[in-house]
DNA sequence: AAGTTTCACAACCGCAGGGTA
DNA sequence: CTACCCTGCGGTTGTGAAACT
């Protein structure tokens, strides 16, 4: 497999583009975004083997490598290269970091929101939810659910395998998510911005949810703070819409309006999530369920909202 | 300014499954 | 049949950077 078309290469610029390889190098020439210096260990085992960060003479020396006689057969591969490495630690490298099709940069709100439905759907398959994000490693998707979506289930006190935790996400996040791709669409599209609740502050946006939840149902214990408790999730029935975009089947067709504060705006429900969330991500062959609305708790109103935030 | 905590992510580890000699 | 090797996956760790106190 000739990969670019070129015989050898000589740089990481020249592999990866100018752009690209100053996000990657740091000042002293040592790759990855963590190991300042990297400073690879021998094994433990006796054998010659190293560890740790690669350095750019490394990764080049993959690089040319792959470039010249393709990926696969990994073992063989780092003896031939004449890398010191396991062909686990190659494959790693080579797929997780210097794989030329490699996506780079934040996560969209469209890949969140494609990674937290499909996470619904099949859990910790890492990879299998990477072949649906192109460009984006298991790893990475892993890392993302880990530092993002776990540490928030951490700061409700939720399992985040729990019912609790995925209503969180199907009935607040993910619509928030919708809402936020929808707002930088039209931003993008017209010069006349409409607010809505995912472009005010949270603090803004929490009250009014707060506001709406002391209405519907008045209790002296509800919290304003983030990191709420969820005890109280599945007390409260949820009638509030918590945005314009938190739609479901059974509110298809019905017109409602909410105000932020910023004027009010008129909604008119008329898909359904699946078809909604397909023209977001631009998906539409894994077969989305439709989601109804639950019992929710206002302690999620507080909730510090962590998917619009980059 | 210094120390501490948190965040982000590259890299490693162990295991399972498949292929093959 | 079986032992061995390779590959891929998911969980975990280690580290520098950034944020916070």
Redesign the pocket.
């Known amino acids: 497999m000739d990969l670019m078309g070129s015989e050898t290469i000589s740089s990481m610029e020249e592999f990866l583009g100018s752009e690209t390889i100053s996000s990657i190098l740091?000042v002293d020439g040592s790759?990855?975004?963590?190991?300042?210096?990297?400073t690879?260990s021998l094994?433990?085992d006796g054998s010659d083997l190293?560890?740790?960060?690669?350095t750019v003479e490394e990764d080049l020396i993959l690089m040319n490598y792959i470039t010249a006689n393709g990926e696969?057969?990994?073992?063989?591969?780092a003896r031939c290269a004449g890398l010191k490495?396991?062909?686990?630690?190659c494959?790693?490298?080579w797929l997780?970091?210097l794989r030329p099709d490699l996506r780079r940069g934040?996560i969209t709100p469209q890949e969140q929101l494609l990674i937290l439905e499909l996470h619904s759907r099949w859990g910790?398959?890492?990879?299998?939810i990477a072949q649906h994000l192109p460009g984006r490693?298991?790893?990475?998707i892993?890392?993302?659910w880990?530092?993002?979506v776990q540490?928030h289930a951490k700061q409700l006190k939720c399992e985040v395998n729990s019912q609790q935790f995925k209503d969180i996400m199907r009935y607040l996040w993910m619509p928030r998510l919708v809402e936020r791709i929808q707002a930088d669409a039209s931003a993008t599209s017209s010069a006349k911005i409409e607010p809505s609740a995912s472009l005010l502050p949270m603090d803004s946006a929490n009250h009014e949810f707060d506001q709406m939840n002391q209405n519907l149902n008045p209790s002296p214990e509800i919290s304003t703070t983030t990191g709420s408790s969820c005890d109280s999730v599945g007390v409260q029935l949820w009638s509030a819409p918590v945005s314009n975009s938190c739609f479901t089947d059974s509110c298809a067709g019905q017109t409602i309006e909410h105000n932020y504060g910023y004027g009010a705006q008129e909604t008119q429900f008329t898909e359904s999530w699946s078809d909604l969330f397909t023209s977001m991500c631009g998906y539409n062959d894994i077969g989305l369920p439709d989601f109804e609305m639950g019992g929710l708790g206002d302690n999620f109103w507080n909730v510090e909202d962590i998917w619009l935030s980059q």
């Open positions: 740091d790759t990855g975004t963590c190991f300042k210096s990297p690879p094994t433990d190293r560890r740790g960060p690669w696969g057969r990994w073992n063989s591969l490495r396991t062909g686990k630690s494959r790693l490298r997780n970091y934040n910790n398959r890492w990879s299998k490693t298991d790893n990475e892993k890392n993302y880990r530092t993002r540490k």
